[in-house]
């Protein structure tokens, strides 16, 4: 050991882990850059099985294997928590859970299609955790403009920086299950994979979000784009942003909503008319029989829908299964105000083209909560094809084949 007993007693822990029958110590927290580990162990390093809790300030490797994600750990200091594909993680229920990336904080996750990082609970139940959330260094524009806001999280960290290319560090291959959790008295709550200005400079592909009780993924600003998504079942909203998000190469989306689910797509701006469109190709939306939307009499069934300025160039969209529910329309697209109408449909940074609108219904015409200006209407497109994604493990959930749907 590189300490006494007694120094040891004195010891801020923050993260402990079982090892082989010892303990790994990472961050004394006495600010002198030790780290205390114990004989016959490498520094940083899980080998297998062990819990992640409290706040890891210095870098860690975490190796194929089981282990416990207990409470909200935070990974800040410039250190970087690298995770290997194969490792298992069954997060802590009995209190609020989650992954968080500070804006000091990096993480490198990178399974594979056979062997994916996954993060799941054993009660199985929605809304068990709180999901991954990144924080990065990317612009943002929040209500009236400002550069910086509060997150929703119940983190309360400031969020919005200067860096467009900012990089939060990677994540292929991860699987979400059960998040998107209420917290406190209800007003904060978290995604199932959320990115608070996340920069350009971050990589994101492969990556599962699986019935969650908020949206499946949320951008709040920031410039970061994202490859080959799956959200399945998520309760509230698939895809999700504002703050002016902008991601730019972002292609291969596909929602399938089951059982409970509101919008497809639900976008703005957070009303700022000037913003540069984020850019999306090959989107699929489908929408399971009977699905229903969390809250009665709502019109959050229709696949897209647009408010606040909110903004997107979409190709190659294949929407399906959109069906009115009594007296609500479900529509391929919903345009909510007239604001956004008039300064972001009528400027052309907001299309949805060529798109495919098939099993629902109001084929015709996009949908309006206000008199449009004219309106928009559309040819179904017959070339656009569901997206394609690579099976595997990364993709199954005790099973089921989450893309069953786009054979």
């Known amino acids: 050991m590189k300490r006494s007993v007694l120094s040891l007693l004195s010891l801020t822990v923050v993260l402990t882990l079982a090892l082989n029958s010892c303990t790994i110590e990472v961050n004394d927290g006495l600010g002198d850059g030790t780290t205390v580990t114990t004989p016959g162990t490498n520094e940083g390093v899980l080998s297998g099985s062990g819990t992640l809790s409290g706040t890891i300030s210095k870098n860690i490797l975490i190796k194929k294997g089981n282990y416990t994600l207990d409470g909200i750990v935070k990974v800040t200091n410039d250190a970087t928590i690298t995770i290997e594909a194969g490792a298992t993680f069954n997060v802590t229920t009995t209190k609020t859970s989650g992954l968080v990336i500070l804006q000091d904080g990096k993480i490198n996750a990178v399974g594979t299609a056979a062997e994916p990082i996954v993060f799941t609970t054993s009660t199985k139940t929605p809304g068990d955790w709180g999901g991954i959330t990144l924080y990065g260094n990317a612009p943002i524009k929040a209500i009236n403009g400002n550069a910086q806001a509060l997150s929703e999280d119940g983190n309360n960290v400031y969020y919005g920086g200067t860096d467009p290319n900012s990089n939060s560090g990677t994540m292929k291959f991860v699987r979400v299950e059960y998040a998107g959790k209420k917290i406190g008295d209800g007003t904060s709550e978290t995604n199932s994979m959320t990115f608070y200005a996340v920069g350009a400079g971050t990589i994101l592909e492969n990556l599962v979000t699986y019935k969650g009780t908020d949206d499946g993924y949320e951008f709040f600003g920031g410039t970061v784009s994202a490859k080959n998504l799956v959200s399945y079942g998520n309760f509230d909203d698939s895809f999700d942003w504002q703050d002016a998000w902008s991601g730019q190469n972002n292609t291969n989306w596909y929602a399938f909503q089951t059982g409970t689910g509101n919008f497809g797509m639900e976008i703005e701006a957070s009303g700022n008319a000037d913003n540069v469109a984020p850019k999306i190709s090959n989107i699929t939306l489908i929408r399971d029989a009977n699905t ?116």
């Open 292 to 407: 229903l939307p969390e809250t009665a009499n709502s019109p959050e069934i229709t696949a897209i829908q647009f408010k606040k300025q909110g903004t997107g160039i979409f190709s190659n969209v294949y929407a399906s299964g959109y069906k009115n529910i009594g007296t609500q329309k479900a529509y391929s697209v919903l345009i909510q105000d007239a604001a956004t109408e008039t300064s972001q449909v009528n400027t052309g940074k907001i299309k949805v083209d060529p798109l495919t609108y098939v099993n629902s219904d109001n084929l015709g015409a996009w949908g309006y909560a206000f008199s449009p200006n004219g309106g928009k209407t559309f040819t179904n497109a017959t070339t656009v094809t569901k997206v394609s994604l690579t099976p595997g493990a990364w993709a199954t959930v005790d099973g089921v084949n989450l893309l069953a749907a786009l054979q």
